[in-house]
């Protein structure tokens, strides 16, 4: 009986211990979600000015100069997936690369796999991305990742070869689950930008088409580190709501160790009685 009571105990301790662990991590995802909602802002607003210089440069060209885009034909899709980089976040990076995949790659089609988890994930389906990164886990390290995808991007790219650039992430939804979005980056959509209405062109030291690539390149930058701080702050998010199912497992197999420790406790306690009794009589 001691022994079994031992163990008993032991248990209790290990899953106070787990408890103590679940709430810290818990905390960590709640303080990194919110660390990342407050960069949004200013990531938005360099985002928001570069598209109105991008508008404001569109006035340089004439109409029938200006670039346009069309996914029409299209010979190859790039698709960037932004995955988490840590565990214990559900399915967190599973939805995002099946979303991804949805339809079937052509050989031409290329993969970019950031978190470490999505590579896990490939890997177990045989999948060999084109370029891969390691997901920043802390916002600060946004900048420079939101570069290098570029950059992987941008060498990517061939003249000979158009190809349709998609970016697929999580999104924070303060819900049970975290929507997923798929996001055209290329060919370029100028379309979005209003054209400037202002008496005089601005001053440029470029040419207009080459600063108006320029631009394009800037927003697209801009699109890539607002996409990190959101599938950041999704992936924090899903940690988050894990832990919580997380502690309520714990609190309930505290709660049936509790009541096997007073049955067994109760049990030890009347068999020492009836042994006293036998001694006394």
Do not use: K
């Not at 079937?104 to 896990?120: I, K, M, N, Q």
């Not at 975290?178 to 980056?185: A, D």
């Amino acid at each position: 009986m001691s022994g079994r009571l031992n163990d008993v105990t032991t248990h209790l301790g290990t899953t106070h211990e787990l408890g103590l662990v679940i709430a810290a991590m818990r905390g960590i995802a709640v303080a990194r979600t919110r660390e990342a909602h407050q960069y949004l802002q200013g990531i938005r607003t360099y985002a928001d000015t570069i598209g109105t210089a991008i508008g404001e440069a569109l006035t340089l060209l004439d109409v029938a100069e200006r670039p346009t885009a069309s996914s029409a034909g299209t010979q190859r899709h790039l698709r960037i997936v932004l995955c988490a980089e840590q565990g214990f976040a559900g399915s967190f990076s599973e939805r995002i690369l099946n979303m991804a995949l949805e339809s079937e790659p052509d050989a031409e089609d290329l993969l970019f796999v950031v978190g470490e988890r999505g590579l896990t994930l490939t890997a177990e389906q045989a999948m060999t991305p084109a370029w891969s990164a390691a997901m920043a886990i802390h916002p600060d390290a946004m900048p420079a990742l939101a570069g290098s995808i570029a950059n992987a991007l941008y060498a990517a790219l061939d003249d000979a070869i158009p190809t349709r650039v998609t970016l697929v992430h999580g999104l924070p939804g303060g819900t049970e689950i975290q929507p997923i979005v798929s996001r055209l980056l290329l060919p370029f959509d100028y379309s979005r930008f209003p054209i400037a209405s202002q008496a005089r062109s601005p001053y440029v030291t470029l040419p207009p088409p080459q600063l108006i690539t320029s631009l394009a390149e800037e927003y697209i930058y801009a699109e890539l580190h607002e996409a990190l701080m959101l599938s950041f702050a999704a992936e924090n998010e899903a940690r988050m709501q894990s832990m919580v199912a997380a502690q309520g497992n714990i609190e309930q197999r505290r709660d049936t160790l509790l009541a096997e420790f007073r049955r067994l406790r109760q049990e030890e306690i009347t068999e020492e009685i009836i042994e006293l009794s036998a001694i006394r009589f």
